[in-house]
């Protein structure tokens, strides 16, 4: 039988399981220290195997028995802790059953009493993380005592909350120690949002940027928006998410399409479930926010110069280009394409609203489009406008180029055909009415006449 005499225990006898013998104290962590001590590590593995499971099964934590042991023993240390000539790992050992314990009351007195035990503000923090318990007073934790309350994340939160930033940081010359704090206490958004505000040569908005990728990928910034937080869960993805779009944005303005892509899409999938918004597993409401953000996305890349190369490839509605890695089905793709050409009009930008309305098919809407275009440059034409013939120009030989895209084309409905029938007709009498126009210009005014009497439009027959 082994058996250890132990300063305020008296004789442990460590292999007797009956806890009715004298004294009735678990004494696992003696057996632990006493068997590394000695050279016996496999018999100290075997120990300590039991809780070890112990606490891996109950995620992280011991069991309430163990807590309300634990706690016991705390206090009794406590108690003695001002005899002279006590043994420092007793402090030690004090910060071991604190910790074990969860008590919040037994963790402010350690704090409290023995606040020298810590010399750096990572010991600090690590002790008080340690010490945090996120479960309920009821079921399976019912038997601790008042006096074991468990300390909880919000309790931390709160508490390093009190103190301004320039606290931790020491008025800015450790900048990072904050953001650090921050994450450590599992606050998250706020971690990130001060490096993404963080002035300096650093460059702090580039690790903020990725940081928020990565813990939005993995869906946990609904658990980090501190106490007291005025962000609530989906206000804090879409923070995230902004971050990130802003990030990207820096990318289009140097014309690195490819990079603004990619990091637009992780801004897309923060509002939209993280990873599981790659997958299709997310809910139908993050489903719904990610392809509005990301169809708004794409757009103001489509919009861009080779934006439409880039998304659609060198030909077609974007089979060959990165569109189709993002919006698979063809009807959405062409929906979503048929919008940007009806922006890209609304906004002036007629030569894009061409090129995509060609690439998909719309040929009849690409000639109409045309056809106002050619319309209003011949008016400017005949204002003096200097711009107005290279415009004509281009415009027609746009106009043909559609037109012969159009003959090779295999799937083409009635209604189209007869529609690019009508739109082909204008573009010929616009085109006669350029030259009449030009003959004009040029003094050649029988020439002129008798192109006047070749339009099938005007009522000359008597």
């Known amino acids: 039988m082994l058996q250890i005499r132990l300063r305020d225990y008296g004789v442990l006898y460590f292999d007797v399981g ?15 220290y006493f068997c590394l001590r000695t050279g016996y590590y496999n018999e100290a593995r075997d120990v300590a195997c039991h809780p070890l499971t112990e606490w891996i099964n109950t995620g ?45 009351r037994l963790v402010e007195r350690l704090l409290r009493d023995l606040s020298a035990l810590f010399t750096t503000i990572e010991d600090f923090l ?67 949002l001060y490096l993404s505000k963080e002035a300096g040569d650093e460059g702090y908005n580039i690790d903020a940027t990725h940081i928020a990728i990565v813990l939005a990928d993995h869906g946990v910034l609904k658990e980090g928006t501190g106490a007291g937080s005025k962000f609530g869960v989906m206000d804090a993805y879409a923070e995230a998410s902004s971050m990130i779009q802003q990030y990207g944005s820096s990318y289009l303005y140097l014309g690195d399409l490819s990079m603004a892509l990619e990091y637009y899409a992780q801004a897309a999938a923060a509002v939209g479930g993280g990873r599981l918004s790659w997958t299709g597993r997310a809910n139908a409401d993050q489903q719904r926010q990610r392809s509005l953000m990301l169809k708004q996305l794409l757009m103001e890349l489509l919009l861009r110069d080779g934006g439409i190369c880039f998304l659609l490839g060198s030909r077609g509605s974007g089979e060959e280009g990165e569109l189709t890695r993002f919006i698979l089905d063809v ?28 690439r998909i098919g719309a040929f009849s809407m690409a000639l109409d489009t045309i056809n106002k275009c050619l319309s209003d440059s011949i008016c400017a034409l005949s204002r003096g ?13 746009s106009g043909n180029e559609i037109l012969e895209t159009y003959k090779y084309s295999p799937e083409i409905s009635p209604q189209e055909r007869e529609s690019v029938m009508e739109q082909q007709t204008v573009l010929r009498q616009l085109e006669a009415i350029l030259s009449i126009y030009k003959l004009a210009r040029a003094g050649h005014y029988l020439d002129a006449l008798r192109e006047v009497a070749k339009l099938p439009f005007l009522p000359l027959d008597p």
Request: charged share 25%; proline share 4%; hydrophobic share 40%.
């Open 385 to 397: 406008r200097l711009d107005g013939e290279s415009q004509t120009a281009g415009l027609v030989h």
């Open 331 to 358: 009807k959405t793709r062409q929906q979503f394409l048929l919008e940007a050409a009806r922006q890209c009009l609304e906004a002036g930008i007629y030569d894009k609203s061409i090129e995509i309305l060609k």
């Open 60 to 104: 992280g934590m011991v069991s309430a028995e163990t807590a309300a042991t634990a706690s016991e023993e705390c206090e009794k240390l406590l108690r003695i802790s001002d005899r002279v000539g006590q043994a420092a790992y007793d402090k030690k050992r004090l910060l071991l059953y604190a910790m074990i314990s969860g008590s919040r």
């Open 126 to 192: 690590w002790f008080k993380l340690s010490a945090i318990r996120e479960f309920p007073l009821r079921g399976s934790s019912a038997i601790l005592s008042e006096s074991s309350v468990p300390y909880s994340l919000e309790d931390l939160q709160a508490y390093l909350n009190k103190f301004a930033a320039s606290y931790y940081t020491k008025n800015g010359k450790d900048p990072l120690v904050y953001p650090y704090i921050l994450l450590l206490s599992v606050q998250f958004l706020p971690a990130i």
């Open 18 to 32: 009956d806890a009715r013998r004298q004294p009735p104290v678990d004494t696992t962590w003696q057996q632990i």
